[in-house]
């Protein structure tokens, strides 16, 4: 029994080493993968042909092997079997995606809808609505979905699946998770630290070094990025920039404080009641002097918001994501600026300001990204899901 | 010769894994360090006789060798000749101690100095000077001191071993580990980090859970300790809490910025010219108005900052250290109003505020303490070090 159980989790520790040797490294002979993970090449083999059976990796072409420069078979990841699913909950869209394990987004949809004027139960009819056409969708292209992730705008509870507060949305405990209902795994998360996840896997990546994304929407959250993870705090609430102080004696905020980030730079304080993001960028190119006020100011705030944080936090890079993207021409140089006045003096290098290369979808492909990332770093408990 | 190099390498990785254990476990028997490791009994024996042939180690007592019972021969490690010298300067005082190997302070010695009014070349004599006192005191209680860190009041470039600007100092691109020619291996580190490093080591430590450690000077510094580990950020230079922004508008900061938390809580903000922090502390206990009305302040302003450092870090914990210790019954008041104001709503918990209990030491004991993990994370390199 006891040797059983050790076997297994030997099996289960070696297919891991395989499959994120593949992950990492792209196309490799088995030869060359006994090489990588210091594995027999029996051991290898057989590994491979279980991760082939479930669909996981799939042998494409021939590659050279390494040391010898001999041709072999390749075996890489195989995105045609298992997939994520991402979903997003935001105060005024919805947006679901499927990511295959190879890490191509397969289907990806959203809806503009105000989540305010709805109750927590109605918000969540709605998304099993459009997650359940989405896996029927997915299901149709061949995909076994493993798993899924809620991003949340506000800090959530990952033991519980429960969003604590989302002030935007005026939700308090609301357990996300357990309401949806959905036939596979679901956890929930916060969209600014998935929007970070997002611009790691789907954006720009490594070539930022340690970034901090900052998610602009009706709120502002931000998630650090250290060493190619999340940097998620003692309890998962790391990274609420839309709560960092730009003047304490500030307009109130839903959140208790007053003169937070949120006040200045979120973007109900950027757009008149009623106005599209659309109508507002329509505004700034045009040269509408009310709107280009509206933007420095915002800019300025998000200066001095970022300037403590990269005094706290030290990222090499700051990402500006969500409604900052489209906003980015007009938002970035003040921000810099501001960056450039209080961080000037003291650091060696102030840290560049760049636009996302994802967008508004970055939080719901973050979540299907991070579903994958555990099937990679576990692929044993997925071959022995029930569902599988 | 490749033989022989991995050897060396496998004896070096053991080495550490033998010490790292005695380290985290306290006195074990040979058998239970076999067991705690994996190593074999043999290896175990060999690797205990170098560490006690290196006095790294030594036999004391008996105790249960764990799953037999029976009484063994005890190995705990040895304090009575490896220490690490730990060295700070600050604005108005320079610190030197010796702590063993099992870290037990051994010496501690500080000036009260105006380091503002001196060169940095003035500065860095006086510091050699004690160093040198320090350590021939060390060499006469047998000690032999393997290396020695300097806690420094400003962002560190660890890589050169300058000091990149600490502008309480009016220092700019000081070369301070060369220049102060000691005859051992000399780093230096941001005295904010060490002093979290001091209060996990030789203060509250593991009870406080992940925690920000405020070191209030004339400047204001903070580190964050997670999983028991500094979070340094990209460069090092995360933690400069004390130019985390109060208000934007506030008054000018010789960091080139504008209402940093130093213009409001840093010493020179709460001391009249020429006072001594004990006649301030004096003026609190006789309940004198204007001292009381400049802790408020200085509290709120605290307050402010860690409202933002907790939303953007998420500790479980934050201690005041430095002068804000003596002044933590007047100051940690307004600072914990002001925190649960601006983040009760938002998390189901906010932070405790607690008093350093290693207090103006912390940095130095922090610098000795980060040489010893050095030693412990590799014997190997000390025991072959060219002093030894």
Redesign the interface.
Known sequence: MTHAVRHDAMRAGNLAVVLGALDRRGPLTRAALAEATGLSKTTVSKLVADLIDAGMAVESGTVGDGERGRPGVAVRLSGHRVAALGLEINVDYLAACVVDLSRTVRLLRAQAVDNRAASPEDVIVRLRALATSVLAEAAGLGLSVAGGIVALP??V?RSTGNV??A?NLGWRDVAVAGALGLPLPVLVENEANLAALGELWFGSGAAL??FLHVSGEIGIG?GLV?DGAL???????????G???????GPECR???SGCLERYAGQDALLPPGEEMSALVARLRAGDRDALAACGRAGTALG??L???V??????TIVLGGIFAPLFPWVSGPAEETLH?????????VPAVVVSQVGADAAALGAAGQVLQRIIADPGAYLLAPHH
């Open positions: 506000g800090p509870d604590h507060r002030p070094g340690d931000a250290v940097f998620r705090g003692a309890h998962g609430y790391a990274g609420e920039l709560h960092v102080v730009v003047a304490p004696d959140c208790g404080g001095v918001a300037s403590s944080a005094n706290l936090l030290d990222p090499d006045q209080r961080l000037g003096q003291m650091r060696a290098r």
